[in-house]
């Protein structure tokens, strides 16, 4: 017994010194990214300028059998694959082949299409069914931690699968509101 007292009174010691410790303002990595100037690594939107060009660009490459986008277009024709007239993904199976593969090998590219997928789901269309069947394959071997949540989301409510992931959300939100809101990270 006198061995657990004195570890414990050790820890206490050890929460003592510990706790008079300050954390830096800014942590040493968040001064890294700020000195290069690098953008933050978030996914987001392209402004819609952009997108209205990439639209164009990407309608005349895919028209003809021999067009092919480059690495950047690819990385963000995600974003049009389902949204706008005409949608691309349907309009253009050689785009939606082309933005798979690349999401296989880029998690950029992956990340947007993520993305993409959640705000254009539609049930009704067998684009987004078979490209959240990839997407949930590509989960699964991907080892990048920046994909965790989706992952997570994936693995519990099988997010990824048109026909089930939407119910089982929906089952899982309704049962237990309080517990779902942990699951997902608040903003800051």
């Known amino acids: 017994m006198t061995h657990l007292l004195e570890a414990i009174e050790a820890f206490r010691g050890t929460l003592g010194v510990l706790g008079s410790q300050r954390l830096p ?13 690098a953008p933050e690594p978030r996914t987001e939107k392209p402004a819609e300028p952009r997108l209205k060009e990439l639209r164009r660009r990407l309608l005349q490459l895919y028209s003809t059998d021999d067009g092919a986008a480059d690495r950047r ?15 691309l993904a349907s309009e253009l199976p050689r ?3 082309a933005v798979h593969v690349r999401a296989a090998e880029h998690q950029r590219t992956l990340s947007n299409l993520i993305e993409a ?4 789901f539609r049930n009704d269309d067998t684009t987004v069914l ?20 989706w ?26 509101r309080r517990k779902w809101l942990r699951f997902w990270p608040q903003p800051a």
Not at 76 to 86: N, S, V
Not at 117 to 120: D, E, L, P, T
């Open 130 to 149: 078979e490209t959240g069947q990839r997407i949930g394959a590509l989960l699964a071997v991907k080892t990048d931690r920046r994909l965790t949540l």
């Open 95 to 97: 785009l939606l082949d």
């Open 73 to 87: 277009e690819l990385r963000d024709a995600p974003w049009l694959l389902w949204d706008g007239t005409p949608p």
């Open 117 to 120: 997928w959640v705000f254009g």
């Open 25 to 37: 303002a800014l942590m040493a990595t968040e001064r890294l990214w700020q000195s290069m100037n």
């Open 151 to 176: 992952q997570q989301a994936h693995r519990r409510l099988a997010l990824f699968d048109a026909a089930k992931g939407l119910t089982k959300w929906r089952s899982c939100y309704c049962r237990d």
